[in-house]
């Protein structure tokens, strides 16, 4: 059975910085993509950036490529999202979603080529 566990969300001021992790269990290193999402009260979800575990490969959203870095840990199957300089507006609940590579390389952050979801974790910016 596939599972992903996000964590690290939580109440910050504006300007700070976080760090999300994503427990992955079940889902093959060698073949596996994440991906990480967020969803606004009132928006669409949307992606945020992707990784690929087993060669570390990374996508990012353009417009918040400056403030967003992913990494991989394989030994603790965990992925991270760092986000700084938060805003107002990276108010959200924050998803970590696995895929197969081969099916996300050309689309890394359209939602539909991820095949498992974690539940959320709510991140929520005070200004």
């Known amino acids: 059975e596939v599972q992903l566990m996000e964590s690290g969300g939580g109440l910050v001021q504006a300007g700070g910085s976080l760090r999300l992790a994503c427990v992955i269990s079940?889902?093959?290193?060698?073949?596996?993509?994440i991906g990480w999402f967020r969803q606004a009260p009132g928006a669409r979800r949307e992606g945020l950036a992707a990784?690929?575990?087993?060669?570390?490969?990374?996508h990012y959203r353009e417009s918040m490529e400056d403030r967003l870095a992913i990494s991989t840990d394989n030994a603790k199957n965990t992925v991270f999202l760092q986000i700084s300089s938060l805003i107002a507006e990276d108010t959200a609940i924050y998803y970590c979603?696995?895929?197969?590579?081969?099916?996300?390389?050309?689309?890394?952050?359209?939602?539909?080529?991820?095949?498992?979801w974690g539940q959320g974790t709510q991140v929520i910016v005070s200004s």
């Open positions: 979603a696995a895929g197969r590579v081969g099916r996300v390389a050309a689309h890394p952050r359209a939602e539909d080529l991820y095949d498992y």
């Open positions: 990784i690929s575990r087993s060669n570390g490969l990374t």
């Open positions: 079940g889902f093959p290193i060698d073949d596996s993509a």
